[in-house]
């Protein structure tokens, strides 16, 4: 007997019953997942585990809206099981380049798109509708990164069923820790003086935020494409300022913009440079490197800088960043 077939013999042996041959089943490879923005590979991670294999596609501090995917990337997309998007054409380089270099068979899921209804995308500043680009930040509602978590749940437990349970089991704490912060937030927002409840921005990030959390956001500077605002637009907005009293205007970590602190020395009001709509704050490895994480941070600084109660949000949020049940 060739030794091949000696030790596929032996291996059948082994594990037959009274007989039966019954072939060897190799251990199953980690599920191949590619993500986009960084706040949604964390979602991933934080469903998936140890049981996938995950690659985040667009770099820390890198603009999502004009990220080009890189030669690199394409191996990662062409071995993919999952390619999860956010949607809404916010990745649209990676979305072509994932269904013509993509694997045979991968799936593709759009986050947004299975989130939101068309008739309830945001058109608004950054986003005017005769673009036809939705904004969509979708995550920065965490009710809305509730609905990404369990979609990221459902379709890894679909793929991938020996994993189920740690899946779900993922899910199921991370969902507690997001009711959590969203209630927290909530409490939070309510400590503002209701006129201060108002966000201008430099990028156009928050408008979903504001719905779920009773906020208004009353302008952005960064035009739709994406370059500095004009000198007729940067007049707009100091007038837009002044007529809103608005206390603090918000800066943004990956945009830093210069005009925006022309415009909070004109209008006397406290710029704020920290804001993150995608960028996770720490360390990599840190408990506030993550999605819970950003979001502490930027409800931490809206409260503080709009006159609100950010000690009682601290005391509210302060577990979240704890070590894993």
Not at 20 to 44: E, S, Y
Not at 189 to 213: E, G, N
Not at 298 to 313: H, Q
Request: one cysteine or more.
């Amino acid at each position: 007997m060739a030794v091949t077939s000696y030790l596929r013999w032996t291996t059948y042996v082994a594990l037959g019953v009274l007989g039966v041959m019954i072939p060897a089943v190799c251990a199953a490879k980690p599920l191949r997942v590619v993500t986009t923005v960084r706040p949604i590979t964390d979602m991933a991670q934080q469903v998936g585990g140890s049981a996938i294999q995950l690659h985040g596609m667009v770099p820390e501090g890198v603009n999502s809206h004009t990220f080009q995917p890189t030669p690199r990337d394409v191996r990662y997309l062409a071995e993919a099981d999952v390619i999860i998007l956010n949607g809404l054409y916010l990745e649209i380089p990676i979305e072509k380049l994932a269904r013509h270099s993509g694997a045979k068979g991968a799936r593709i899921l759009k986050l947004g798109d299975q989130t939101l209804h068309q008739s309830d995308w945001v058109y608004n500043f950054s986003f005017p509708k005769d673009q036809g680009h939705p904004n969509p930040h979708l995550w920065l509602n965490v009710k809305h990164a509730m609905r990404y978590v369990a979609l990221m749940r459902d379709a890894l437990s679909h793929l991938d069923r020996a994993n189920q349970k740690v899946y779900h089991d993922n899910s199921e704490r991370y969902l507690r820790q997001l009711s959590q912060l969203d209630a927290c937030i909530a409490s939070a927002v309510d400590t503002i003086p209701p006129a201060h409840r108002k966000l201008l921005t430099y990028h156009d990030s928050w408008p979903y935020f504001a719905q779920r959390y009773g906020m208004k956001v009353v302008g952005a500077v960064q035009p739709a494409s994406f370059s500095e605002p004009s000198a007729r637009e940067v007049a707009r907005m100091i007038g837009q300022i002044r007529q809103a009293a608005v206390p603090a205007i918000f800066g943004s970590e990956v945009f830093p913009s210069k005009v925006l602190e022309k415009i909070a020395a004109e209008t006397n009001v406290q710029h704020i440079k920290s804001l993150r709509d995608d960028d996770l704050p720490g360390a990599p490895g840190a408990p506030e490197h993550s999605y819970l994480g950003m979001m502490r941070a930027n409800v931490y600084t809206m409260v503080s800088a709009l006159g609100g109660n950010p000690a009682a949000f601290e005391a509210c949020s302060a577990t979240l960043l704890a070590k894993k049940e």
